[in-house]
C-alpha cells in the first residue's frame, strides 16, 4: 500500500526559510514522478515543484528561484526546500505521486491529474 507522510511545516516570518519533508512508504521514490502542490484557503490546488525519475525538476513560475525539489532515494523522502517565503506562500503543502516513472516531460507535470497518490498535507504558514 502506498503511503505518504508530509512533515515540516510550521510558522515563519517573510524572508525566511523551511524545509517540508514527505516519507514514502509501499513503493520507491527513485522509480515514481513525484510532486508537491500547496492549497491556500478560497483557492484551488496548484502544482508547485515535480521531479522526474532521473532528478529532473520543474517549478510554478511563483516559486522559480526560491524553492528546490529534491530526494533522499536512501531514505525514501522527498523534500522541498523553500527560501526567501513570502506571505502569499502560506498553504497546506501537498506531497504526490503519479502511479508510474519515467524522465519524460510528462513526469515533471504540474497538473494534479496525473498524480495518483497523496499525502496529507503540512501547513505552512508565512507572516509579514
Known amino acids: 500500500q502506498v503511503r505518504l507522510v508530509e512533515s515540516g511545516g510550521g510558522s515563519v516570518q517573510a524572508g525566511g526559510s523551511l524545509r517540508v519533508s514527505c516519507e514514502a512508504s509501499?513503493?520507491?521514490?527513485?522509480?515514481?514522478?513525484m510532486g508537491w502542490f500547496r492549497q491556500a484557503p478560497g483557492k484551488e490546488r496548484e502544482g508547485v515543484a515535480a521531479?522526474?525519475?532521473?532528478?529532473?525538476?520543474n517549478y510554478a513560475d511563483s516559486v522559480k528561484g526560491r524553492f528546490t525539489i529534491s530526494q533522499d532515494n536512501a531514505k525514501n523522502t522527498l523534500y522541498l526546500q523553500m527560501n526567501s517565503l513570502k506571505p502569499e506562500d502560506t498553504a497546506m503543502y501537498y506531497c504526490?505521486?503519479?502511479?508510474?516513472?519515467?524522465?519524460?516531460?510528462?513526469?515533471?507535470?504540474?497538473?494534479?491529474?496525473?498524480?495518483?497518490?497523496w499525502g496529507q498535507g503540512t501547513q505552512v504558514t508565512v507572516s509579514s
Open positions: 521531479i522526474d525519475s532521473a532528478g529532473r525538476s
Open positions: 509501499g513503493y520507491t521514490i527513485s522509480s515514481y514522478c
Open positions: 504526490a505521486a503519479m502511479a508510474y516513472g519515467g524522465t519524460w516531460y510528462g513526469c515533471r507535470s504540474l497538473a494534479e491529474g496525473r498524480y495518483t497518490y
